[in-house]
C-alpha cells in the first residue's frame, strides 16, 4: 500500500486522555504491588460480612505447610488445592526458600511491610480517583466518552466481524475505536475501576459508617474485599492484552497516539 | 501501517533487556520510614482524615448488626496475655482494685472503679471488628460512652486528643518497657459508639480481648482500640507520648487516623 506519508495522520486523543492515561498506568502499577503487600498480611478471601474463623466462609488462601521436612507453598481456591511453592505461599527470598505469600518482585516494599503498603496504596488510591474523576467530567464535556467509548448499535451490528478480524490479526488503524475496543474500555473506564474505588471505600470503616449501604450492595465487607481482588484480576487481564494489542497493532504508532495524540491511520474508511 | 521490522526488533529486544534488570527492590528505599518520598506519600493520609471529617457527620453511626451476626468467638489479637506484675496483680482479684484515671487538660482529675463504670449508663451495641490486617469479626459491646466520662471531669478548652495508656507491655525499649498506648481526636470521642467496653458479648470482657476495659472506636480500625485501658490523658498534642506519633503502632509506621 503506497501512499503519502501524512495523509493518514489524525489527532486522535485529547490532552486530557492522554494525562489521564498515563496516571492511571502510573498509579495502577503502584496500586498492583502495593495492594499485593497489604494482602500479604492475611492471604485469605472470605465472603459475607466477617471472616469465618469459626466457620468456614473462605473461599481462597495462600498459605505453607509442611510436607516430609521440606516446606511447600500451598494455595486454596474454592476447597481445590494447589501446590504454588516458589509462586505463592513459599517463596524464594535471597536464595531461601520463605514461607511467604508473594516474592518480593510482586510487592512494594519487596519484604513484609503493611503500614508502608498501605501508606503506598492511599497515594496512589487518590491519584486513581482524581484520574478518574477529571476523565470523566473531561470526556462528558469534550464528547468523548459518548463517542468513542459508549458502544452503540452499529457496534453490535459490526461486533462478529469485529471479533472475526481481531482472530485472524487483521487489525484496523482508524481514528474511531472498534465495537472490541470501545466494550474494553467501558467495562475498565466505567465498570471495573469504579468498582475498585467501591468495593475499596466499602473496606474503610469511617466510609461504610457514611454509606453503610455499600457493604450491603457487595454483601457485607469481607465479599467486598473478595471483589476488590477479583476486579484486580480483570485489571491484570486487562493490562496483558493492552500491551498485546499495542505491540501487535504497531507499538510505536499507539505510543507516539497517546504521547502526542497523532495517530497514523490506514486511510481506509469504516 | 506495515511496522518497520526492525524497529519492532529493536523494540523488542529492549523489553527483554528491562525483564532481566533487578526490578525487585527497587522502590524500597523510598519508601523507607524518614524519606521526603514517604513523608509525600504519607501525606495523603492526613487527606483522607480530613475528607472524611468533612464528609462524614460527626455523629454517623457505624454498621450495627442482628445478635444473628454474633457466630463466633471475638478473635484476640495483639497482646492477648499481659505478664506486667501491677496487671496479673489486678488480674489476680479479678480487678475488685483496678481504678481508670483520667487526668491532662481536665477541669476534675478523676479515677472510677469497674463497678462505677457498670454503673454509669451504658451503651451495647453488636458491631463488626475490622483488623488492619484485613479480617473482620462481629460481637457485642457493653461499656459506659467515652463522652459521659469527658462530660464528668470535664475537658478544658485547649485538649485535642484522648490519649489512651495500656497495661500491656510489648517490647523492651532503651528507656524501659514499651507499653501500648493510643490516641484519638476529640470528635471520636465524642462519638456515641465510642464506649469504654466491659464486657462483651454478654460476659464480662476476657484478658485476650483486653480486661477489664478496651475502647471501642467504632469508625476505625481495630488497632485504634486499645486493650488494657489504664488510664487517659486529655492532651493538647501527641508530643511527649511515645515517639509523639500518637500511638504504639503509628510510632512503627502506622497511620494516626484509621478511618481507612
Redesign the interface.
Same mark, same amino acid.
Given at each position: 500500500?503506497a501512499r503519502d506519508k501524512d495523509s493518514?495522520l489524525v489527532y486522535r486523543h485529547a490532552a486530557m486522555t492522554r494525562v489521564t492515561h498515563w496516571a492511571w498506568a502510573i498509579a495502577l502499577f503502584f496500586l498492583l504491588?502495593s495492594g499485593l503487600q497489604?494482602?500479604m498480611?492475611?492471604p485469605?478471601l472470605?465472603i459475607g460480612?466477617?471472616?469465618?474463623?469459626?466457620?468456614d466462609n473462605t473461599i481462597l488462601s495462600i498459605g505453607a505447610v509442611v510436607e516430609s521436612g521440606q516446606l511447600r507453598g500451598v494455595t486454596e481456591v474454592f476447597g481445590h488445592s494447589f501446590d504454588t511453592t516458589g509462586w505463592l505461599g513459599v517463596v524464594d527470598e535471597g536464595g531461601r526458600m520463605t514461607a511467604k505469600s508473594f516474592?518480593? /518482585?510482586m510487592t512494594?516494599?519487596?519484604?513484609r511491610?503493611?503500614?508502608?503498603g498501605?501508606?503506598?496504596h492511599?497515594?496512589f488510591? /487518590?491519584i486513581l480517583v482524581v484520574a478518574l474523576a477529571l476523565w470523566l467530567v473531561s470526556s462528558l464535556l469534550n464528547k468523548h466518552l459518548w463517542r468513542d467509548i459508549v458502544p452503540k448499535s452499529g457496534d453490535a451490528r459490526a461486533l462478529p466481524q469485529d471479533i472475526a478480524d481481531h482472530a485472524r490479526l487483521r487489525l484496523h488503524?482508524r481514528r474511531a475505536y472498534g465495537p472490541l475496543q470501545k466494550l474494553s474500555y467501558a467495562l475498565i473506564l466505567l465498570v471495573a475501576l469504579p468498582l475498585m474505588i467501591a468495593t475499596g471505600l466499602t473496606?474503610?470503616?469511617?466510609?461504610?459508617?457514611?454509606v453503610?449501604f455499600l457493604?450491603d450492595l457487595f454483601g457485607g465487607?469481607?465479599s467486598a474485599?473478595t471483589l476488590h481482588f477479583a476486579i484486580m484480576l480483570v485489571l491484570v487481564a486487562f493490562f496483558v492484552v493492552h500491551v498485546v494489542m499495542v505491540?501487535l497493532a504497531?507499538?510505536?504508532?499507539e505510543l507516539r497516539s497517546m504521547i502526542t495524540g497523532w495517530y497514523?491511520t490506514?486511510g481506509e474508511r469504516p | 501501517m506495515t511496522p518497520d521490522p526492525r524497529r519492532r526488533r529493536l523494540l523488542l529486544g529492549g523489553a527483554a533487556t528491562l525483564g532481566t534488570l533487578p526490578l525487585t527492590g527497587c522502590f524500597d528505599g523510598a519508601v523507607e520510614r524518614g524519606g521526603t518520598v514517604r513523608e509525600v506519600l504519607a501525606s495523603a493520609n492526613g487527606l483522607t482524615y480530613r475528607v472524611q471529617r468533612l464528609l462524614l457527620n460527626s455523629n454517623a453511626l457505624a454498621q450495627e448488626f442482628p445478635a444473628s451476626e454474633i457466630r463466633q468467638p471475638m478473635r484476640p489479637n495483639g497482646v492477648t496475655n499481659p505478664q506486667d506484675a501491677d496487671y496479673r496483680q489486678l488480674a489476680s482479684n479479678a480487678f475488685a482494685d483496678y481504678r481508670l484515671t483520667i487526668d491532662g487538660l481536665v477541669d476534675r482529675p478523676a479515677s472510677y472503679s469497674l463497678a462505677e463504670l457498670r454503673n454509669m449508663p451504658n451503651r451495647t451495641q453488636i458491631t463488626r471488628h475490622d483488623c488492619v490486617e484485613g479480617w473482620s469479626c462481629i460481637a457485642m459491646w457493653t461499656g459506659v460512652p467515652l463522652g459521659l466520662v469527658l462530660d464528668a471531669v470535664g475537658v478544658q478548652s485547649g485538649a485535642r486528643y484522648a490519649v489512651f495508656s495500656c497495661f500491656d507491655t510489648l517490647e523492651m525499649g532503651f528507656a524501659g518497657p514499651v507499653r501500648y498506648y493510643e490516641s484519638i481526636d476529640l470528635i471520636d470521642a465524642r462519638h456515641p459508639q465510642t464506649i469504654l467496653a466491659h464486657a462483651m458479648n454478654g460476659q464480662p470482657l476476657p484478658i485476650s480481648n483486653g480486661a477489664p476495659l478496651r475502647l471501642r472506636v467504632e469508625r476505625q480500625l481495630g488497632y485504634k482500640m486499645a486493650k488494657y485501658v489504664s488510664r487517659i490523658t486529655l492532651a493538647a498534642s501527641l508530643d511527649g507520648f511515645g515517639d509523639g506519633y500518637g500511638g504504639y503502632w503509628e510510632d512503627r509506621g502506622y497511620d494516626w487516623f484509621a478511618g481507612i
Open positions: 500500500m493518514g504491588l497489604i494482602f498480611t492475611r485469605d472470605y460480612r466477617q471472616s469465618g474463623f469459626s466457620f516474592p518480593g /518482585w512494594i516494599p519487596s519484604y511491610d503493611l503500614a508502608t498501605r501508606i503506598v492511599f497515594f488510591a /487518590w488503524h473496606m474503610s470503616p469511617g466510609v461504610n459508617a457514611m453503610p457493604a465487607r469481607q474485599r505491540v504497531g507499538p510505536l504508532n497514523r490506514d | -
